[in-house]
């Protein structure tokens, strides 16, 4: 199984030339599902060829201006499309606040249902290939990250290997794929790892901003095969860091290490570093959790369960 | 006397990727005067380097979410820098409920005044060297255009020719300044054009969208420098132009004809249109107006009166 993923903005506070506000798009088997929508996102789903339209769900970590002012126009791109299909928003209470005062003030037009659904830790979502938790984090405002875990499904059945096996096409073939063994009229036994590929691992996806370091979200996050996580600032900010509620990168990786995440992908950088000067982020990071990436804006990963 | 237009965004509907949503700034001795605001605004803002700071008075058009959504971005900028003058915004009615709600559902940070002014047709700012005069359009909902004049100032008063005249320093020179003819005390007359060059013509800006065609528009746009004016359609979308209460191309041209503007500066160009598909709109003003300009994001226009 595999996902993609999609950041559409690296910076945080405040867009700039190259670095568009926080969000980040998972496509899945053609289904989009958006975390974050600062300024700037329409355009890097522009950029990337990424259809609205695909959008089904949208998770918003919390009620701040560089997370969520996106959000009203990609809504109103809606009026452009033919969609039937509810829309889904994830978020704290004030998210529906925020979209009904909108709606009114700007008379957005909008030809499709939204439906609201206020984040609570846990399970805010599930379906038979997938949940998305909320992971309470601790920042100005109420705030999530969110754990995309894909379910782990049995390995492939091979017609052929079944074939070969002389096992006659029906309810046999069904049993073995729920993992039984079955035996043949011949009185053969045939067991699940002779027609079954290795089973197939759920991926898991993790989106970490905005937050102070807490240990406990490297339990929520636990090997995720890729973890976007905000690493504000350098090591020689930490007490900024603190105060404002925010991480440097070090406090990133040290959730990375601790969870046993594949790979680190940082985001929501301070306007302070000029683009150049963000490899300070990458450095210190790397020093405790070595596959860290200084992602940019439209940088793209794919995760599958081979990885 | 002279300003400095600066298109930031020329995008209607949509930001793209080269065309963020519509906005323009006008500077004049070192104050910036921000007409509209959409997404992408703050970052075409940074690209110029145009100091947030800098920003005194902020004209908004009208209650559509491509005009006014990177507002609440701009307002937080102002948590990081030292401003203590007041920021006055001008615009309909719902522009003060747009910004409260924003800033109570987003717990903005701001730390200086915000004075809101509502647009009603004529003049909504003067100083000694200008006025900002509101214009009436027809949208789908209140809109207004604005048209910043400076007012006339009397020719350079010439010290070299004053001398040159034995025009003794003191309340001659005053006089002179004012227009009046003056005596010497060997009972020469001295005019004022004698030692003042020529009267300084004030420049006048016109900033027009969204809108359908109005006859009127013209003469409150009239003689202006510049003409920043919507132009979304071409001529064969002339009648859904009619029905989105748009123009075309060629009728903002017919306005600039009329108006006997000297530059026509089209902006707020439908996404229907790639970059290279615009030239149609500026060849079918050009047709009415010669002096079109197809503008492009952070494209900066002087104007002086010596133009």
Redesign the interface.
């Known amino acids: 199984m595999s996902l993609e993923v999609f950041v559409l903005g690296t910076s945080g506070?405040?867009?700039?030339?190259n670095r568009?506000?926080t969000s980040a798009a998972v496509r899945r088997e053609g289904e989009i599902f958006l975390f974050d929508c600062g300024?700037?996102t329409?355009?890097s789903l522009?950029?990337l060829n990424l259809h609205w339209k695909r959008i089904s769900r949208i998770f918003i970590s919390h009620?701040?201006?560089?997370h969520?002012?996106?959000l009203?126009?990609l809504l109103?791109?809606s009026s452009?499309v033919d969609r039937t299909e509810p829309l889904y928003i994830y978020g704290p209470a004030?998210l529906k606040?925020?979209i009904d005062?909108?709606r009114k003030?700007?008379?957005?037009y909008i030809n499709y249902e939204i439906r609201f659904v206020q984040t609570e830790p846990g399970v805010v979502y599930e379906n038979k290939d997938l949940t998305v938790e909320a992971v309470p984090l601790l920042h100005?405002?109420p705030c999530f990250g969110y754990v995309l875990t894909e379910k782990d499904r049995p390995g492939e059945f091979s017609v052929e290997n079944a074939k070969a096996l002389n096992i006659p096409m029906g309810p046999m073939w069904g049993r073995l794929q729920k993992g039984e063994t079955v035996t043949l009229e011949n009185g053969t036994s045939i067991t699940p790892n002779q027609v079954l590929g290795n089973p197939r691992r759920g991926v898991r996806f993790s989106f970490i901003t905005d937050t102070m370091y807490l240990s406990s979200i490297a339990n929520h996050v636990k090997n995720s095969d890729l973890l976007v996580c905000e690493g504000m600032f350098d090591n020689s900010l930490t007490q900024d860091a603190f105060e404002k509620k925010h991480m440097t990168s070090s406090q990133a990786a040290m959730i990375a290490r601790d969870a046993g995440v594949k790979k680190l992908a940082l985001i929501h950088y301070s306007p302070r570093y000029a683009d150049k000067e963000l490899k300070v982020l990458k450095e210190e990071a790397s020093e405790i959790f070595e596959n860290t990436i200084l992602t940019k804006d439209r940088m793209v990963f794919e995760i599958n369960n081979s990885d």
Not at 13 to 17: A, D, R, T
Not at 63 to 66: G, K, L, V, Y
């Open positions: 506070m405040q867009p700039l030339p568009f506000l300024e700037g329409q355009v522009k950029m009620m701040h201006a560089d969520v002012t996106g009203p126009g109103m791109l452009q004030k606040e925020y005062a909108n003030l700007l008379d957005m100005t405002k």
